[in-house]
């Protein structure tokens, strides 16, 4: 891996949901669709990857901000 | 508290009836009211913290000590409700708190989820097409809210339902008596006893008949009903919340958006042009526009500081979510309407466990309305002055009563 600013991007990051404080609302699943699903049976968030590329970080601190519940870590 | 000194508080909510549509509150009841946790007196004679900035909106409607249950001692009411409010409320989770909340939304969360909403957007936009071909046969100069804003929606959420749509008279005229701040306890009383009835009357139709059809109500009773696992009577007070919730909210911003993009042609002949621009204008619109201008209530079961003030067990919060769409804090020149800006972060469906269920659906909603609106109707332009308008200003959703239009 190259150094300077952009060493970081083959990094990974660690995403952690609570679903017992889940809403439902959705709006992780808009900010970063390729984290964050919604179960079938109760709508309720799901992971895709526990463990995104470090490059989605902005988003997926936007889908923290965004998350009305409190519901999602990310490490 | 002296009575002398409750005098002096500002009310809430103001009087001023010569505010443009597009201002949630002028200049100078700005000044009251903006700004760190103040007090103010309620039409009930009660006091209650009002909260407007970003921030502090967020933490309080996050926080478990802030309560929606209205039959609470000290909750903020703005109006005096009817002695029999708690059993009329039966199934309304808006004003229920924690697991009793928790319990009734989560039965909802799959049906109003993002992949739900995408799989009916082709039913969506077969209503919002119905619905401008009705406008284009009703002929320049019509009126937008009653021929295309309201319809909608309502058509939309009776389909989902499984409400006959053939009966919007009797529950669009119901909703506005119950939205409306004027309303007196009585009339409050008999108006949700009239939509019980009427609902409750469709779900024991349905209960006969649960192979016949398939929509939300039906799969409610076979899923939740049949097993026990929720009364009818909750059935009927989630289907009243959702009915009224579903048709009301969409039909005001409809109406309030057109009338602020025909001020700005560019915009509205963007969302022709670049249709994939109409999320980010629609989350724009939004926060711009804040329909839900009276507040959302709150009553703390302990004390909390919220923006450095105490708020004490007991005591009433009135949360502005339209001024905290407006805070220079969270977004620049705030009091612009700017489709470019990130406006994701307005509040205007609320925040914390009990933000709006049906937002997916309603984004969709408008999106798709806007969009093909300003695709058949390009030319489209409002026949009278804003000012001039007759606005909602005594309902609890803010809105439009009419929009002449021609094209
Ligand atoms: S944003 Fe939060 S509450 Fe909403 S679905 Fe995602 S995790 Fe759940």
Known sequence: ?75 | MTQSTKTELPQWPPVNSARSPFTPLDDAERQRYVGPVTRVLLPTGATAWLVSRHTDVRQLLRHPAFSSDLSRPGFPLLRPLPPEATRNSEGTFIQLDGDAHFRLRRMLTAEFMIKNVRRIEPLIAQTVDEALADLAAAGAPADLVSTFALPMPSKVICHLLGVPYADHDFFQSRSRVLLDRGTSPEEIQHTVGELRDYLRALIDRKRVRLDEADDLLIRLIRERVEPGELGVDELVGMALLLLIAGHETTANMIGLSVLLLTRHPEQYALLRDRPELAAGLVDELLRYLSIVRTGLLRVATEDVEIGGRLIRAGEGAIVLIALANRDAEVFDEPDGFDPYRQAHRHLAFGFGMHQCIGQPLARAELRIALVELARRFPDLRVTADPQELSTRDNSIVFGLDALPVTW
């Open chain 1, 1 to 75: 891996m190259t150094p300077g600013p952009r060493a970081d991007e083959g990094t990974t990051l660690r995403v952690a949901v609570d679903r017992a404080r889940c809403c439902g609302s959705g709006n992780c699943v808009l900010a970063v669709p390729e984290v964050f699903e919604q179960d079938d049976a109760d709508g309720l968030v799901l992971l895709r990857d526990p463990a995104p590329r470090a490059a989605l970080r902005e988003r997926l601190d936007r889908a923290v901000d965004l998350c009305p519940a409190g519901a999602i870590r990310v490490g």
